[in-house]
């Protein structure tokens, strides 16, 4: 089993040296993500004719698959209320959408991050049905928030999506920051208090 002595050396003590030694966390991988998004969006605009505006894209569905869990995108359960600057191929995303497991628990996620092309005009250039990690800038920090079940784990995990598109489908590998690799993640529960006596 690894530990974390196994982590690569942190390349700040190149820049700043400390008396402890700090390392590069690992990624656990634990689901890659199909969703698929509806076919209208709702552009709200830009507020006070700010920079910025606000685009809602709908949510219709999708599928999850991983080690420790298999689910469904609760149909129209969420949307990206990206935000968009204008002039420019970049959004910040806010997206919010709930999973359904097959043994019947719901995952609400929160997902917060960029999509930023590699090249200036890339949509013009090419079908943004499919994007590679090659063309674009696209990741996300991932929230779940679940009952104390089956995956109370992963309620107090830090987790990152690294995204992908594909037949129009957006494709989404999660991954658990930890370092600690091959260890799993804490189960986190209020104690009970115990009766003084």
Known sequence: MALTNELDPSPGDAYMSIPLQMKVPHLDFIYRLSC?????????GAAFDASHSRVIMPIAGGSVHGPGISASIEMLSGA?????????????LDARYTLKT?????IFVKSK?????????FLAKR??????????????????????????????IMAIGVLSMCD????????RVTNFPGLPAKDVRIKAKQDSA
């Open 36 to 44: 698929e998004m509806a076919p209208e969006t709702h552009p709200v």
């Open 80 to 92: 990206d209320w990206g935000m968009g600057v204008k002039g420019a191929e970049f959004m910040r």
């Open 102 to 106: 097959d043994d019947g628990h719901y």
């Open 113 to 121: 991050g960029i999509f930023a092309p590699r090249e200036d005009g």
């Open 127 to 156: 079908d943004p049905a499919n994007m590679s990690q090659d063309d674009v800038e696209w990741f996300t920090r991932l929230q779940f928030e679940t009952d104390s079940g089956p995956y109370n784990w992963m309620n107090s």
């Open 168 to 175: 129009k489908k957006i494709i989404i590998d999660a991954y």
